[in-house]
Nanobody, 126 residues
Framework: QVQLVESGGGSVQAGGSLRLSCAAS????????MTWFRQAPGKEREGVAG????????YYGGAVKGRFTISRDNANNTLYLQMNNLKPEDTAMYYC???????????????????WGQGTQVTVSS
């Protein structure tokens, strides 16, 4: 089992920044892919940014590329999402997800992931 706990969400004005954290515990050795998703009311869950925790590959959704940066601290088993130049469209619940097994799905497919955090709310006002 892997446990994921997100933190760092909050309310900011457009143009501001936040850094989200995802603390992982449990059998974290088995995770190879960790990704931030977000979901706004009435919308599908969307892959925001992911990282292959072993090889270091990173992935970004087109809506955030150039504004958000995913990083990890392997010593602390923590995943981060630095969110700059926030826009109202970024308002969503942000979830951390971890995958332990390879699948035919893409990094941005929720079905790829075995474990999920409870989410942290990000609200960007105009």
């Amino acid at each position: 089992q892997v446990q994921l706990v997100e933190s760092g969400g909050g309310s900011v004005q457009a143009g501001g920044s936040l850094r989200l954290s995802c603390a992982a515990s449990g059998y974290t050795y088995s995770t190879y892919l960790m990704t931030w998703f977000r979901q706004a009311p009435g919308k599908e869950r969307e892959g925001v940014a992911g990282v292959h925790t072993v090889l270091g590959f990173t992935y970004y959704g087109g809506a955030v590329k150039g504004r958000f940066t995913i990083s990890r601290d392997n010593a602390n088993n923590t995943l981060y999402l630095q969110m700059n130049n926030l826009k109202p469209e970024d308002t969503a619940m942000y979830y951390c997800a971890a995958a332990t097994r390879a699948s035919s799905g893409s990094w941005s497919s929720p079905a790829t992931y075995d474990y999920w955090g409870q989410g942290t709310q990000v609200t960007v006002s105009s």
